[in-house]
């Protein structure tokens, strides 16, 4: 065995054991810090419903339509919907990679290149916005009523994820949606192995003053702390 042949197994080789190292210490940290409670005694407050909601895998956190603090009905518009329903009571917000927003409707439809690029801090970001009339509490949808105040700190946190246009408007993408009730919209921040959409709806509890995790890339990293 020549010398550079050494040399190129050397190097596989450690790279593949920092890899692993990488990966365990990612699996720890996910486990440790998501355990970890924030805000652990939020003031009480009965002004406002929310709801915190998962599809097993991406957390929207859903908030009333209208209200004296907020109208969203303003920005994100019933005619940008299918059904152009207004009797709705509910919107909900979910952070993401615009990539895999769009392109990966169903898991069947994902793509090595698109999970690629969302892990590795290569796409962009998408706002997914979905109107709702009536919302069910169960293991995966959480109700939570917080104060005033607090609500007027977790909109700021959601406004301030939109990327606006050069007259401070939401950007609409038109005409992509994955049903009825619901519209995508241009997103600010990018979307990384440590920065996921779970991590949006956490930072969004955070703001609200919420019990949240400490840091959460997965849905289960926020809804431990509401059992």
């Not at 440790?32 to 419903?49: C, Q």
């Amino acid at each position: 065995m020549n010398n550079k042949l050494k040399q190129v197994l050397k190097f596989s080789g450690r790279l593949v054991l920092g890899i692993l190292l990488f990966l365990v210490v990612y699996v720890i940290a996910i486990l440790i810090l998501s355990h970890i409670t924030v805000n652990s005694n939020p003031e009480k407050g009965d002004d406002v419903t929310i709801y915190i909601n998962s599809n097993g895998v991406h957390t929207d956190i859903l908030v009333p339509v209208k209200n004296e603090v907020k109208d969203w009905t303003k920005e994100i518009l019933y005619e940008q919907t299918t059904s152009k329903d207004s009797l709705m009571r509910y919107v909900a917000f979910g952070w993401g990679d615009k990539g895999f927003y769009l392109e990966t409707p169903e898991w069947s439809d994902l793509k090595a290149s698109t999970a690629a690029k969302a892990a590795f801090y290569m796409g962009t970001s998408a706002m997914h916005t979905r109107f709702y009339n009536t919302v069910v509490e169960d293991n995966d949808c959480v109700k939570v009523t917080i104060s005033k105040k607090d609500y007027q700190d977790m909109v700021k946190y959601i406004e301030d994820s939109f990327l606006l246009d050069k007259d401070d408007h939401v950007q609409w993408i038109a005409n992509r949606s994955y049903g009825k009730y619901d519209a995508f919209y241009e997103g600010k921040g990018r979307y990384s192995l440590f920065y996921t959409c779970n991590t949006w709806a956490n930072n969004c509890l955070k703001a609200g003053h919420q019990k949240a995790a400490l840091w959460t890339v997965y849905d289960k990293g926020i809804f431990c702390h509401y059992e």
